[in-house]
């Protein structure tokens, strides 16, 4: 059909059949080569052998939500409703084109932060939407927005805002001033916030996430995303949920039931134990990942990279021009052959790829001696 004709097969697959195909060192896909805590595991295994196999029911395990809920309101005082405003999902993915897929008439406009997530894009032509993108911009070794560029974007057939902080591609996590300002819009303009906050608990120095829906106001119109994925170093599990407001976690839900009805009942039993018993495991992670962080930009400044220092998630964002080139996804497509490594070009989350086009992301949730071997031979470049 004409409106998903622009979408291929996504980058994260191509670059890593690629580093399969060249035997590269893939630091192109977010995902970590460890596994999460070990008793979180167990679970897994000993649902898989109680028999837990069958159909949970279709907005999740009871005990699933009811820890969802309970992990919102002692992390940001946000109370939600386990039995209606609580549905679990096959992952953040699925839970954010439900999302777009109940809540947006065709024609409808939602806007995005530009780079954005692929599916994003897939999601709102998909519900035959029209995205706009607002830039997100190099301000002061960070990326931002341009509060004048997201009031310009809004317009009678806007419908959402699709926030994701901590962000990926960029790593960047949105303050409260920033924040503040996309609800003041959503206010105004009384529209629905869509928020993807897989790497909440991923942010580093100090650094803050704060949901959106905790400003005044928003609870009441965010449908909030977030999953075990990213969190709990289980990206196969491929387990998230919405928290919103009933009217609309029930829209999405009508939507979900008919995509994958429900999700693995496993995983669900295992994550309730997780967000219960598992934090400080989730804390001691961040620690690690924040060192990875500073090994990996400390190698590729070496390399000869400019690099931004990410304030969350698992990605660095550098510019390549230093090097002396000019195109990402030509030096992506090259960089196995050039250095045995493969990265993700930025330009292919942009509305507007000649924005994104000198960046590079790199993955930096490896174990310590791939991140070594990585840099070492990305000095080749230099």
């Known amino acids: 059909m004409r409106r998903m004709r622009e979408f291929g097969t996504t980058v994260f697959a191509t670059m890593t059949k690629l580093a399969v195909e060249t035997g590269s060192i893939n630091l192109g896909q977010g995902f970590p080569d460890t596994d ?15 028999g837990l196999n069958q159909y ?13 809920a309970e992990h919102r309101k002692q992390w940001y005082g946000l109370a939600y409703d386990p039995d209606g405003e609580v549905l679990v999902t096959v992952g953040a993915t699925e839970a954010i ?7 947006c008439e065709p024609g409808d406009e939602v806007v995005v932060f530009e780079p954005y997530y692929d599916s994003y894009a897939a999601a709102v032509a998909l519900a035959g939407a029209v995205r706009r993108a607002v830039t997100l911009r190099v301000d002061a070794g960070r990326f931002t927005f341009d509060p004048a560029e997201l009031e ?3 317009t009678p057939r806007t419908r959402a805002i699709l926030v994701n902080s901590p962000h990926n591609p960029t790593g960047t996590v949105f303050t409260r001033e920033e924040l503040e300002c996309v609800a003041r819009i959503c206010l105004e303009h009384d529209l629905i916030a869509v928020t993807d906050e897989v790497y909440e608990h991923l942010t580093f120095d100090g650094v803050e996430h704060v949901p959106l829906a905790t400003l005044p106001g928003m609870r009441e119109r965010t449908v909030m995303i977030s999953s075990a994925g990213k969190t709990f170093s289980v990206t196969g599990w491929k387990t998230g949920w919405v928290c919103a407001p009933a009217p609309l976690a029930g829209a999405v839900q009508a939507v979900k039931q008919f995509l994958t009805f429900t999700a693995n009942a496993p995983w669900q039993a295992a994550v309730a134990y997780a967000l219960r018993e598992e934090m ?23 390399a000869g990279f400019d690099v931004l220092r990410p304030a969350g998630t698992y990605f660095v964002q550098t510019d390549i021009r230093p090097l002396g080139f000019e195109d990402g996804l030509e030096l992506a497509r090259r960089l196995p052959e050039l250095a045995g490594v493969v990265a993700i070009p930025t330009q292919v989350f942009y509305d507007h790829p000649a924005r994104g086009r000198h960046f590079l992301r790199f993955a930096f949730c490896k174990r310590d001696e791939v991140i070594d071997e990585a840099v070492t031979r990305l000095r080749r470049l230099s």
């Open 36 to 50: 999460g805590p070990e008793r979180m595991l167990e679970r897994a295994v000993e649902a898989v052998r109680s």
């Open 152 to 154: 310009a974007a809004i």
């Open 280 to 302: 400080e495991w989730v804390a001691a992670q961040r620690a690690a990942l924040q060192s990875k962080r500073d090994r990996l930009v400390t190698g590729l400044t070496e």
């Open 97 to 103: 084109a439900a999302a777009i897929l109940a809540l």
């Open 56 to 68: 949970p029911p279709g907005p999740g395990l009871p005990e699933l939500r009811q820890a969802v």
